[in-house]
């Protein structure tokens, strides 16, 4: 069982993440949320989409999650991607909240598993209201990548599927996972526990991704390897920040915004 130490608010009634990653990987590419529609993307560059993580949601408390419906239909962007700790303790409720706002948004909003969502052996309630931790949407020139660091690893046989995805990914390859790759300063705690699947994924990457978005320790670092961009945003819980990505013929910008 691993122990999540950094980030995450340090909440200590939920360090103890749930270690079935094997169970996770069973469901990989299965879907409840969203649905087959809202992952049947019809992309045109140019066009936008938003990122956002750690919105903790927390019994009835939303954090202003719901606002970014608004915005997403002021600016017309395409699709939302929430990197992980979706809710606080993973609880049922929590993650209905989620969905039920989510989809008033008008546009697939695109959820990934973080620590704070499998607290308490919760997975089960991931597994029946969204489905996978892991999986891949397609849309023209566009691939998306979802990959689970819940408990602060990738997995070998993830990063086998990972470079196997790559080999057909589009030419606007973005990948998205919780836990970051980077740190801020060097007496801060690495995130992700395994060095050599941090060196392993750094090469897959050069020249088959354009970005990869992550959140989990609620402070903003932008890092370049190998011509990709790694995106690390705070968290939507007390900033309200997020990124807009702008998806042109000259590639990517993205810029930060926030709802308050």
């Known amino acids: 069982m691993l122990f999540l130490l950094a980030g995450c608010s340090n909440d200590l009634l939920g360090l103890f993440a749930s270690d079935d990653f094997q169970k996770r990987e ?3 590419n299965t879907f409840v949320f969203p649905e087959e529609t809202e992952r049947s993307l019809s992309l045109t560059v140019p066009y936008s989409f938003l990122v956002i993580t750690d919105t903790h949601i927390q019994g009835d408390d939303t954090n202003r999650f719901e606002d970014i419906g608004d915005i997403v239909k002021q600016n017309g962007d395409s699709f939302v991607v929430v990197t992980g700790d979706i809710t606080q303790s993973g609880k049922r409720e929590e993650l209905q909240n989620f969905i039920d706002i989510a989809g008033s948004f008008g546009v697939p909003c695109y959820p ?11 997975w089960k309630n991931w597994k029946e209201l969204i489905g996978s931790a892991t999986y891949r949407i397609d849309s023209g020139s566009t691939t998306l990548l979802v990959l689970d660091t819940a408990n602060a690893v990738f997995c070998s046989r993830q990063l086998d599927w990972l470079e196997k995805q790559l080999r057909s990914s589009g030419k606007n390859t973005f990948v998205f996972t919780h836990c970051n790759l980077f740190i801020e300063n060097a007496g801060d705690i690495q995130q992700l526990t395994d060095i050599r699947e941090r060196a392993r994924i750094l090469s897959m990457l050069d020249g088959r991704c354009t970005a990869m978005f992550t959140g989990h320790v609620h402070n903003r670092i932008i890092r370049k390897a190998g011509g ?8 939507f819980k007390r900033s309200g920040t997020y990124c807009r990505v702008y998806v042109t013929e000259d590639g990517m910008r993205y810029e930060f915004l926030s709802v308050k």
């Open 26 to 28: 069973a469901v990989w």
């Open 112 to 122: 990934v598993l973080g620590n704070h969502d499998i607290f308490f052996n919760n």
């Open 228 to 235: 990709v961009r790694y995106i690390i945003i705070e968290d």
